[in-house]
């Protein structure tokens, strides 16, 4: 991905799923106009899910994500059927494809689960070029799924127009209106941002989150200047006027907090992506329960990148120092990174994600209302800094 490029975790995620050679691949291929999923008649081609990066007109920026059969039901199928399970949970769309020759209850199954998550369904019936009753076949898949499906074939590409005017109507209504500052921020802001030379990015670079708020604060025709935390009352210093926002790495909350001007609204990157990625209220309200944690409470630090552990890493050694040193060396923290995610979260008092500006907004809120139906409560990484350093009733959310 090239610095032009939207990046994935703000694209439209659209899932295609259906049994092993319904034509989940020529689907895709046939959507993007080349080779991007290989097809073969050998069933279970596809194994681990692909994600594919374009551009569609009318969707702007999405990722195609060609999954593997949900009918392949041996040992190595069934672990592929888990990963395939897994992408639901970045889905914003499903296609579901279905083939005339086959019956219809895994693909009905699978419909079910969408609708439980509330992800929008296209339901599509391939291989209309191999059949003559292809309309008896469409009126047998209304009748059990309750979908009118869009007869296509992909090898042929005929009516792939009809799948892209659904995926247009179906997109959440939230896409491309959210947006990293919110309403903190307006046109001509004095914006000071806080920036540690942080060790996950490689000499020369910014880290995404950083890239992608000071893109947008160009955006919104605001005025901005970057210091690094050392520098950070000579930079006030400089300037002919005191910011209107001051945005942090949350590591340094505190200190900033300590040094900047009164009038200054104050928040972090990691609060902002809170807001951009998650739900910013149910983390905030989250965040009262650090109060009561102990010795013996048990805690899951999640992170959405997938890099080797660094030294002073904010989710594998800062925070858990933070949470060790206000509450004691007993406290269980328990790491995950990237895609993992425990399959039993109830076993824990509190959840801290982090950013997840790797992650789409339908991923996390996926992990969100699975921490609501387990009744655990889940916070955020800036949020939990700003509640133990004892300032998050004193910055800005959104």
Known sequence: MSLND?????????????????????????????????????????????YKSMEIYGLGPCVLIDTAGFDDMNRVGKKRVEKTREAMEKTDIAIVV???????????EWINAF?????????????????????????????????????????????????????????????????????????G???????????????GR???????????????RCIVTSVTADKLEEGLRALNRSPDVIITDSQVFKSVYEKKPRESKLTSFSVLFAAY????????????????????????IAEACTHAPLQEDIGREKLPRMLRKRFGEGIEIDIVSGPDFPEDIS??????????????????????????RSNVPMTNYGVAIAYLSGILDKISLT
């Open 6 to 50: 939207t990046p994935r975790a703000d694209r439209l995620h659209i899932g295609i799923y259906g049994k092993r050679n319904s034509g989940k691949s020529s689907l895709i291929n046939a959507l993007t106009g080349h080779e991007t999923s290989i097809v073969s008649p050998v069933a279970g081609t596809t194994t681990d899910p692909v």
């Open 98 to 108: 279905f083939d005339p020759r086959e019956p219809v209850d895994e693909e009905k």
């Open 115 to 187: 609708n439980e998550k509330n992800i929008p369904v296209i339901a599509v019936l391939n291989k209309s070029d191999t059949m003559d009753n292809m309309k008896d076949v469409s009126a047998h898949i209304y009748n059990e799924v309750n979908i009118l499906p869009i007869e296509i074939s992909a090898k042929y590409k005929k009516s792939i127009d009809k799948i892209i005017s659904e995926l247009i109507k179906n997109m959440p209504d939230d896409y491309d209106v959210q947006t990293i500052t919110g309403g903190i921020v307006r046109d």
């Open 189 to 203: 802001d004095m914006v000071l941002l806080v920036m540690p030379q942080d060790i996950q990015a490689p000499k």
């Open 206 to 220: 910014l880290i995404l989150p950083q890239v992608q708020t000071i893109r947008e604060l160009l955006d919104k």
């Open 277 to 300: 990625k998650g739900d910013i209220d149910y983390y905030t309200k989250s965040a009262e329960v650090l109060g009561s944690l102990n010795d013996n409470s048990r805690v899951l």
């Open 347 to 372: 076993v824990y008092d509190i959840i801290i994600q982090c950013g997840a500006c790797m992650f789409n907004r339908r991923h996390v809120m996926s992990r969100i209302e699975r921490a609501v």
